[in-house]
């Protein structure tokens, strides 16, 4: 079994910065990935981070704005967010996947979540 928690949320002014972090324990995972839900639109995933090799995917939305890391030491992820904006407020999640097979930024190839940790963005 895993398990993951998010921290780190928080309000903060567009254009500013933030850094999530996703505790995860258990051992039989491959992937770990970052979500987000807005009030009223479907969950989209942000970024994802392979074990393996530590290759790493972006939503096309976040590219060279945000960064997914990891500390082994520590075994947990981060997701580093910079110029946040207005549209990326929303509930951010950190999930993970039991199966080697690519997982990229599909929600169903996830099998593990968090609760969630709430990001607001001020314009």
């Known amino acids: 079994q895993v398990q993951l928690e998010e921290s780190g949320g928080d309000s903060v002014q567009a254009g500013g910065s933030l850094r999530l972090s996703c505790a995860v324990s258990g051992y039989t995972y491959y992937y770990v990935a970052w979500f987000r839900q807005a009030p009223g639109k479907k969950r989209e995933g942000v970024a994802t981070f392979f074990r393996g090799n530590a290759k790493t995917g972006y939503a096309d939305s976040v590219k060279d704005r945000f960064i997914i890391s990891r500390d082994n030491a520590k075994n947990t992820y981060y997701l580093q967010m910079s110029d946040l904006k207005y549209e990326d407020t929303a509930m951010y999640y950190c999930?993970?996947?039991?199966?080697?097979?690519?997982?990229?930024?599909?929600?169903?190839?996830?099998?593990?979540w968090g609760l969630g940790t709430q990001v607001t963005v001020s314009s």
């Open positions: 999930a993970a996947s039991g199966s080697i097979e690519w997982a990229g930024l599909l929600e169903d190839n996830y099998h593990y």
